[in-house]
């Protein structure tokens, strides 16, 4: 009999997590993924396997408040089988997944089917049953070491090379059963990503407000199961995140009459609104906060007609957040979702050389995980997903910088004491890099991760360079189309400082709108023109002897524009912007426009900080 290293993979993570329009439904697939990699990892503790990772403490406690998630790879040794039975193990884990999701998914059939909803029954089956991807292999530990690699070493490389060989097996199913009486001709794709067909009724209906089916929208079999689990007062809506700052303007009083009104929105007959208690700052005000956002109400308005007791509700919203409009204005339409990884990580990995090794790797990482949900709402926000080092938080715009600042202190102290003991070269050293969407609440939420991801991208920056990931990678999208972004190492204090300057001097209006723009447009002119950098820095100085502040006539004071120009001329220093931006002009203008933002709390003052365009 032989000792095995089992490694199972499941996924996909895109379909699980990514696919989504609304915020329920992104935090639904990470906490539904999360769950089946719990079934899994339960199959093989019964199975008496002793687990790597995930860590058998953490499969066996499930706190959504305090534990992070589990992430999709699972790594066990056992000992005393042959063969046959690590197969026969492997294929049990597997379907302990599989009954997971099949659980998930008669729930939420029951609660469909309770609302009169007829879905497509044959796809709903096939979809369902070919959700899930879950990859195995497996690798005898040998009696003795090869090439200076200890027995388990050993193992563990012929265990992910054969893992890699099967993810790139790949078995393609059917697409229908033959038998199927519904085959998908003719039937719309889901609105999540496009992948399969809707198992919504041919004949569209009214659908109970509680799915949050917008018109024309259609759903998959997963899209309809992340609708019924998202449904849940421990998740907190990006719209929520968003009216923050406008939130925190409203005195105790009035927001204590605007819950009034919102909690109507919540009960059985209406159903229009739900009620949170996952972020920070939800004490102030427990709802996702959607209907705040004028265009928000609108749409809810015109989809709730022949709903009387909907109908009523809105009105009496209404009636409450006209007035704090007019005083207050609208609340700012923007909202963050952050997704941070482990730079580095599959190196640093690689350091261990035994399952002990391993798992104190394994316990590092949770460990940081473990941490984040209390972080996220520490700065007002709401983690959807941490497996480990790679994370989904939603945050309001002015906690950003800081919370990210925040995370990456976290991952450097947890990983601390094992980085020490393992790591034998500086390029195996793990670093934390973290990407920050700044978009637009109408946006689907889908969309939004693709664009945080891509900001996590920027945020790792050259790979392979020293300066590789450590660093928060910030991408606005403004509505209208443009992108703004600004990539900020962790190790950079004063960027950190300035970047905290420029957010506090908009929120005192000490800094008018338009003077980002007019940096930029200095700097671009005087490169099409070929004027010297001695020229632009000129015109610079004289912009900011021009500069008013906010909302007046009076100049801002002379040591705010000593600073701007001083954060200008280490910018054009800087070794790895000096090549494409030898005045710091471009790299300041895009730290005041994020800065103008990131202050916002208002759609006044973001109109503002758009139209200064």
Known sequence: MNSWLLEISLGPVQGFIAAARRSRDLWAGSYILSELVRAAAAKMIDQRAELIYPLASRVQRENPQQDSNLSNILLAR???????????????????????????ADTAMLDWQGAGVALRNDLWKSQVADAIEAYAAWAAIPAAGEGGRPPYRVAYDHLKQALA???????????????????????????????????????RQPFPARF????????????????????????TALSRFAADGWL????????????????????????????????????????????????RYDI???????????????????????PLWKRYGRPCPYGVLLIADGDRMGRFVDQSQSAADHQRVSDAVAAFADRVPQLARDFGGQCVFAGGEDLTVFLPLAALVDSAFALHEAFTTAMAAVVADLVKAEDARPTLR????????????????????????????EAGSPAQGNALGLKLH???????????????????????????????????????????????????TGASSGVAEGEFRRLLDRARRGGGAEKINQALREELDKRRATLAGDAFSSATDATGLLRLADELILARWLSAATEDEVSAAEGAQ
């Not at 056992?78 to 099949?102: F, H, M, P, T, Y």
């Not at 059985?268 to 906060?289: E, H, K, W």
Request: proline content about 2%.
């Open 478 to 528: 403004i509505r209208s189309g443009h992108e703004i972004g600004l990539r900020l190492r962790f190790d950079d204090l004063a960027g950190r400082a300035a970047l905290a300057a420029w957010q506090a001097a908009y929120t005192q209006r000490h800094l008018p709108g338009r003077l980002a723009y007019d940096t930029r447009a200095i700097a671009l002119h005087c490169r099409a």
């Open 78 to 104: 056992i000992d005393g089988v042959d063969e046959e039975a690590i197969r026969a193990i492997a294929s049990a884990v597997k379907q302990a997944a599989r009954d997971r999701l099949a659980s998930f």
């Open 300 to 322: 809810a308005a015109r989809d709730c007609q022949g709903n009387a007791a909907a109908i009523t509700a809105l009105a009496d919203l209404g009636k409450v957040l006209r």
């Open 212 to 235: 949050g089916l917008s018109r024309g929208e259609q759903l998959d079999a997963l899209g309809c199961i992340k609708r019924v689990v998202g449904r849940t007062e421990r998740f």
């Open 434 to 461: 973290v990407g920050a969407a700044i978009c637009h609440v109408l946006e689907p939420l889908g969309v939004i991760r693709q664009r945080a991801a891509a900001a996590e991208k920027f945020a790792k920056g």
């Open 165 to 203: 060989a099967r993810k790139n097996t790949r078995d393609f199913a059917p697409m229908f059963a033959t038998d199927a009486a519904d085959k998908g001709a003719g039937v719309p794709k889901c609105s999540f990503d496009g992948l399969r067909e809707s198992v919504l009724p041919r004949d």
């Open 248 to 295: 925190k303007k409203l005195d105790a009083e009035k927001r204590r009459e605007l819950a009034g009104a919102y909690e109507r929105l919540v009960s059985d007959d209406v159903t229009l609104a739900t009620r949170s208690s996952g972020s920070g700052g939800a004490g102030i005000f427990p709802y996702d906060g959607g209907l705040l956002f004028s265009e």
